[in-house]
């Protein structure tokens, strides 16, 4: 692909690399909340993208001043897309996002605004707060609840804590983001909260249901030890390896959320080829 063509640009600016850990989100929260409504799907997956693309967008527009001093090879500082367009295109999204899960029903309508809410917050502040990473915690809570309430079921409290889980582990995540672009070393506090999914599900699962629980947190607990281990050690492996590998991360997180209550087979099927996709995207879509 022409490192200069508009498609590289808007893929690099949507960063679509991340797409899948939303669709992965959405399945969660759905069986959560019941499964069922089929008819509703493909209004949740094209409306909470819609919402992730936009957010995507609008966080480089609200960046254009830093990536000119910081970032000089993303899109609008070298010239490829004019900020005006981004502005547009993301909040175009956005709007749509929140027409879309409209048609999942008034408390995913709802939820979607608080998202959009959110993404425009976290957008803002992200580079002025040092508790950004909660906002961004926060997003993913909310594509839970959209997605709960989509189910036929409802939106109930395993959505709510299973939301809750991941949006602690987003939290750390986000909160190893903020070094991504600096120089100083990766802190070793927020570590712990990116166990907080395993120590959720070990604490409501008992009895039969404590098997496939505890068979997809020690995948979670090896994949996360894998990501930090260069924290810890204090490696030189860049800040960036060690997002990307966390972010794929989570679709064992959703994998986690949902494991009781699915089959094994559907389980690793679903989740282990969103991970696979998220991996691929990573290494093929451009990220500036």
């Not at 709007?95 to 957008?123: Q, R, T």
């Not at 506090?189 to 599900?201: N, Q, S």
């Not at 090896?222 to 997002?243: K, M, Y």
């Amino acid at each position: 692909m022409n490192p200069a063509s508009p498609l590289r640009t808007l893929l690099a600016i949507g960063r679509v690399a991340g797409l899948p850990t939303v669709w992965s989100n959405c399945l969660a929260g759905w069986w959560l909340g019941g499964g069922g409504n089929y008819w509703k799907l493909p209004f949740l997956f094209l409306g909470t993208s819609a919402l992730y693309t936009g957010g995507a967008f609008l966080n480089d527009a609200f960046d254009e001043e830093f990536d000119r001093q910081r970032r000089a090879e993303r899109p609008i500082p070298t010239g490829r897309i004019s900020a005006s367009r981004v502005w547009r295109l993301g909040f175009g999204q956005l709007a749509l996002g929140i027409v879309l899960l409209f048609f999942c029903g008034k408390v995913a309508a709802v939820a979607a605004v608080l998202l959009a809410l959110s993404i425009l917050l976290y957008d803002w502040a992200h580079r002025l707060f040092i508790a950004s990473p909660w906002l961004m915690g926060a997003c993913r809570f909310w594509v839970y609840a959209i997605a709960g309430a989509t189910g036929m079921g409802g939106l109930n409290g395993f959505v709510v804590f299973c939301g809750a889980a991941l949006a602690i582990y987003v939290v750390g995540l986000g909160c190893v983001a903020r070094r991504e672009n600096g120089r100083r070393a990766v802190p070793l506090w927020p570590l712990p909260l990116l166990a907080a999914p395993i120590m959720l599900a070990l604490l409501m699962n008992a009895g039969e249901y404590s098997h496939p629980a505890g068979w997809v947190s020690l995948v979670l607990g090896l994949w996360v030890a894998r990501c930090v281990r260069p924290v810890i050690f204090q490696d030189e492996t860049s800040p960036g390896w060690i997002v990307a590998n966390l972010l794929a991360g989570i679709m064992f997180v959703d994998w986690l959320s949902v494991a009781p209550q699915l089959p094994p087979a559907t389980g690793a099927i679903v989740f282990l080829a969103l991970f696979g996709l998220a991996k691929w995207l990573q290494k093929s879509v451009p990220s500036a």
